[in-house]
């Protein structure tokens, strides 16, 4: 049976923010040491809140961002409002190849920089991650260390399943195919995002049987 829930980054856990210090880093940047320094802030080197599309102009100002514009700051407004804060930062604190992470622990998110100059990819990135933070409001409560599937398996369109099933390790797919998925699809984050926001995420989205059972076990919804 696949289990129902997993860790983002197992093992880290959440300390008192002290000041930048990448010191702290002991195997060097690019590694998943660097990248839990970051997520842990303490290590805060050029890391800055975004709060709109105007950040990211701020940085690339080339780049066109108007037609992700609505979409975005929407995304950004309700994630605010449910208590994650989503960052910029710079790629010396990510492993190569990752353009974002969700921390379950701290509710925060984090953009690589080095590949936020395209709409496509900073609009793809934040449905991503924003669908990581959707699943961990599914699992009870968005101030856990856990994160359940949102969709049922067999409603997840076979070409995310298998994407995911090329890219990520056996264990984590049924999270990382809905997550891409999401990704892809316009609203599709930001529906799920605004149902955790109200409360009504079981009223929304019916949890599948699995999560129903942990749901009723730890009392957050009536059997």
């Given at each position: 049976?696949?289990?129902?829930?997993?860790?983002?980054?197992?093992?880290?856990?959440?300390?008192?923010?002290?000041?930048?210090?990448?010191?702290?880093?002991?195997?060097?940047?690019?590694?998943?040491?660097?990248?839990?320094?970051?997520?842990?802030?303490?290590?805060?080197?050029?890391?800055?809140?975004?709060?709109?599309?105007?950040?990211?102009?701020?940085?690339?100002?080339?780049?066109?961002?108007?037609?992700?514009?609505?979409?975005?700051?929407?995304?950004?407004?309700?994630?605010?409002?449910?208590?994650?804060?989503?960052?910029?930062?710079?790629?010396?604190?990510?492993?190569?190849?990752?353009?974002?992470?969700?921390?379950?622990?701290?509710?925060?998110?984090?953009?690589?920089?080095?590949?936020?100059g395209s709409?496509?990819?900073?609009?793809?990135?934040?449905?991503?991650?924003?669908?990581?933070?959707?699943?961990?409001?599914?699992?009870?409560?968005?101030?856990?260390?856990?994160?359940?599937?949102?969709?049922?398996?067999?409603?997840?369109?076979?070409?995310?399943?298998?994407?995911?099933?090329?890219?990520?390790?056996?264990?984590?797919?049924?999270?990382?195919?809905?997550?891409?998925?999401?990704?892809?699809?316009?609203?599709?984050?930001?529906?799920?995002?605004?149902?955790?926001?109200?409360?009504?995420?079981w009223d929304?989205?019916?949890?599948?049987?699995?999560?129903?059972?942990?749901?009723?076990?730890?009392?957050?919804?009536?059997?």
């Amino acid at each position: 049976m696949k289990k129902l829930f997993l860790s983002i980054l197992a093992g880290l856990t959440l300390s008192t923010p002290v000041m930048a210090n990448d010191d702290n880093i002991t195997r060097g940047y690019k590694t998943y040491d660097a990248m839990g320094c970051m997520l842990l802030q303490e290590c805060t080197d050029n890391v800055r809140e975004v709060k709109s599309i105007q950040d990211f102009l701020d940085v690339y100002p080339e780049s066109d961002y108007e037609v992700i514009e609505e979409e975005f700051n929407q995304l950004i407004s309700v994630m605010n409002k449910v208590g994650i804060k989503v960052y910029l930062a710079p790629e010396k604190y990510f492993p190569p190849n990752h353009r974002g992470v969700y921390h379950t622990v701290s509710n925060n998110f984090f953009l690589n920089e080095d590949y936020m100059g395209s709409s496509n990819t900073v609009i793809s990135v934040v449905r991503h991650e924003g669908w990581h933070a959707a699943q961990d409001c599914m699992a009870g409560t968005i101030n856990n260390n856990i994160i359940a599937i949102i969709k049922n398996e067999e409603d997840v369109p076979m070409i995310w399943r298998e994407l995911a099933e090329r890219t990520y390790a056996s264990n984590v797919v049924p999270w990382e195919a809905e997550a891409w998925w999401a990704g892809k699809t316009k609203g599709m984050t930001l529906d799920a995002l605004k149902a955790c926001s109200t409360g009504a995420m079981w009223d929304i989205y019916p949890p599948t049987p699995m999560t129903r059972e942990y749901l009723v076990n730890e009392g957050f919804i009536n059997d």
